[in-house]
């Protein structure tokens, strides 16, 4: 029986042994590692690392406050904080969509924010209660060729896509998530039955993709006319491949139609911690809102002028929604596969 | 520490039954239910059946081919038979749909996933090959039964259990992947369970479709003893055999391999080097460089950590069989079919509630890793430990040696080439790996995968082109080592008989 005791305490030495050091080997090479003295908060953020490293350094040079982040997909992350439970790590998320705010919201996890936040943004692009707080706009567009789609046939509405005239011309991303939301902004502005026609219509019209980019990579390649993306993908584009070699142009519906639904990224907090509201806040300044305008071509929220080439946030009059209610897609996502456009 | 190792892969099963039990059993009936998740449920056992059966017999024939015969260049073919591996099927999927559009649905994921998962056969029926006898095959052909019949009566009995083998973690891979079928658009459970996180931000609904998998897993567990067939004995010396000239159908066979070595290594590898020249988005060398270093020393405590508790859990199975020790070896494989998504996120909250201080620390990236890859390193090493003859054991022991020592100074070195296999093929699915370690890390700490995750979420794809190509070649290493290492067992075998001699 000693023998027995021995020999596990034995073997489980050995295997702390062994675990410890292989976290020692690795001892994985960090891009910052912060002073324990310096403030400092974490930030899970669903926003990518190109466009916001470069950021989050302006935010520390300015303030001194020490940022560390985690960078992953926005569901992903939501469901990491739910996880977490009471032993949260992050002190803001930082969310590329409104819908995984709002699930965060549902949950109870997140902290009210002030006022002198919450005052800078427009009352459509935040949280009802307060819990979330949109920092950057992008828009649906009507994206296409003009060698193929002339000046006159550009339609009003989203819905003229239903006609059979666009049929095989125009592309879309029914498994992409910018496209889901815009389709639950349909379905609870146009009611089910409407949306239900149009995306029947839309399974004869359109040609199916998976992701947004490869929509504007068919429309420059005149594979198809046009296509349903969010603004920002024909900057991009234009960011890798050059602005002057960009053949297609962008086209907004009539003023108030869903097509161009106005979306948010968007920031909450998590802790108590005073930096974390001073992060949020921050985005919601002068250096931020430059740095969305000029590097993601994104709309300011307080008000800055937008890129040149893009109409003003203002004058699109996306349609009237609750944002945070874009989260609970099962719904949507049933129409869509119901009107086969998903498999 | 078998032990250890089976509780540490019960805890995404703990954490499904919490999430399950939170949401009640009728919510999850009415989930799991519908006729929405048997057309998923038939798609992902089509696919995995399909990608099994093809994986089988590509894989078969390769280690056929490049064992048994003499057909020309077979060293050469080994390679490309192994290389698939290195290429992370996400990785592979892009490649395709980039160079062939409308490169989408079924045969896309069937394809993209044969060629991923089709080495796993290759190296075990090789294995197989190497340790069986050809002289049962040389008789049986000079008794006059033909070369098909010779293969059909011989040599496939002969290599079924381990074509089995190979195609239960081909199968079970088909049915965790979610990389390579979101990208070809072929709708699995397996998409459906990442649906549910990203568009309804729904754990419990998630968690009763992750359930589901696992009853899969345990139904595939059940029968592939009787998918195996009995273990056909062989003479555990090993002589030199003579090689099947192929004659006439030597080019053929040769042409066969070469045509699915293009497509599965050129095609892609091609589509790669492309990215490099079509963009104007650049990687930075610092980084790739610190993403490099991170990913091998994962890569290396993976393999290191999954050799240990593989090599507990085989020696209980071998040396202590009994139904309590089968059981347990099994339970370790019952959720190697859940998605790494799943997985990581079992261990958000199971750290979190028991032990705060491992989590977002790389130990507890190791452990997931454990969860993930052991039945891969079980898998490649159970052989090799079972052929070291018991007999020896006996001997140590009537000579005064402790077991751990009679463990040091026998079996491992008798079973050495295996255990080196089972850890370099957990090292190579260590840097593949995606989900878990995004999730999981240290805050700021990259890896190759990771960065490639980042560079591609905005398509920067000249940018992701250099952590993809490196991502492969690094991955090449483990992936040649396992295929030397597999082929090598002859040599071994002949150590066995010195060794037996001495003693």
Known sequence: MNNTLKRGLKIGAAL?????????????????????????????SGRSEDLIAPLLEQFTDETGIQIEVRYAGSAELAAQILEEGSNVQADV????????????????VFKTLSSDITDLVEAKYRATDNTWVGVSGRSRVFSYNPDL?????????????????????????????????????????????????????????????????????????????????????????????????????????????????????????LTEKPEAATFVKWLLGQTAQTFFVEKTAEYSLIGLPQRTGLPALASIESPEIDLSALAPLAETLELIRNAGLTD | MAVVAVLTSLAPLVYLGVRLNEFGIEKVLTQTLRARSFELLANSVVLT????????????????????????????????????????????????????????????AWLVLTIGTAPYVYLAVSAALVRSDAATEEV?????????????????????????????????????DFGAVSILSFDTFTRAIYNAYRSSFDRSAAASLAAILVAITIVLLVAEPW?????????????????????????????????????????????????????????????????????????????????????????????????ATVLLDKTIWLTHAVPGIVVALSLVFVSNRLVPQLYQTSALVIIAYLILFLPNAIAAMQTPIAQAPKALDEVAASLGASRLETLKRVVLPIAGPGILAGAALVS????????????????????????????????????????????????????????????????NQADIDRILERE
């Open chain 2, 428 to 491: 190579l699915s260590v840097l593949k790996e995606l989900p878990a370690t995004l999730m999981l890390r240290e805050t700021g700490v990259e890896t190759l995968a990771t960065r490639l995750w980042n560079e591609t979420s905005v398509s920067s794809f000249a940018a992701a082109a250099p952590y993809a190509l490196l991502l492969v070649l690094v991955a090449g290493i483990p992936a040649w080592l396992l295929n030397r290492q597999v082929r090598q067992s002859l040599y």
């Open chain 2, 49 to 108: 059946l399909a990608v099994a059966a093809a994986s089988i017999l590509i894989g078969s024939f390769q280690a056929w081919l490049t064992v048994r015969t003499s057909v020309r260049g077979r060293s050469v073919f080994a390679i490309l038979a192994a290389l698939p591996l290195a290429m992370p099927s996400y990785v592979a999927a892009y490649a395709f749909a980039a160079l062939l559009p409308g490169f989408k649905g079924f045969w896309a």
């Open chain 1, 93 to 108: 998320f930082f969310s590329q969509d409104a819908g995984a705010l709002g699930a965060l919201t549902e949950a109870g």
């Open chain 1, 16 to 44: 702390i042994a062994t675990i410890t050091a292989a976290t020692a080997l690795t001892g994985c090479a960090k891009e910052t590692e912060p002073t324990p003295t310096e403030q400092s908060i974490t930030i899970y």
């Open chain 2, 140 to 176: 049986a052909r000079s008794l006059g039964l033909g070369r098909w019949n010779v293969f059909r009566r011989v040599t496939w009995p002969a290599i079924r259990p381990a074509a089995v083998a190979g195609a239960m973690l081909s199968a079970l891979y088909t049915l965790s």
């Open chain 1, 149 to 269: 789609v002339a000046a006159a046939d550009i339609p009003q509405s989203v819905f003229d896509l239903a006609d059979s005239a666009w049929k095989g011309k125009i592309g879309i991303a029914p498994s992409n998530a910018s496209f889901q939301s815009f389709v639950t902004a349909m379905r609870v502005i146009e009611g089910e039955a409407a949306t239900t026609a149009w995306l029947t219509a839309l399974k004869e019209n359109a040609v199916i993709y998976e992701k947004n980019g490869q929509i504007l990579e068919a429309i420059e390649a005149g594979e198809i006319s046009a296509g349903l993306i969010n603004h920002y993908y024909w900057y991009e584009r234009a960011a890798e491949v050059g602005e002057e070699n960009m053949k297609s142009k962008m086209a907004w519906f009539e003023a108030g139609d869903v097509g161009n639904l106005v979306n948010v990224a968007g920031a909450g907090v």
């Open chain 2, 227 to 323: 998918l195996r067939g009995r273990l056909v004995p062989t003479d555990s010396r090993v002589r030199k055999t003579s090689h099947i000239h192929l004659g006439w159908f030597g080019p053929i066979a040769a042409a066969l391999v070469l045509i699915w070595a293009g497509i599965s290594i050129a095609l892609p590898t091609i589509s790669l080097i492309r990215w490099n020249f079509i963009g104007l988005s650049q990687a930075d060398t610092g980084e790739l460089f610190r993403a490099l270093a991170n990913s091998i020393s994962y890569a290396l405590a993976g393999g290191v950590i999954a050799a240990i508790f593989g090599i507990a859990v085989s020696v209980l199975v071998v040396r202590y069989r009994s139904k």
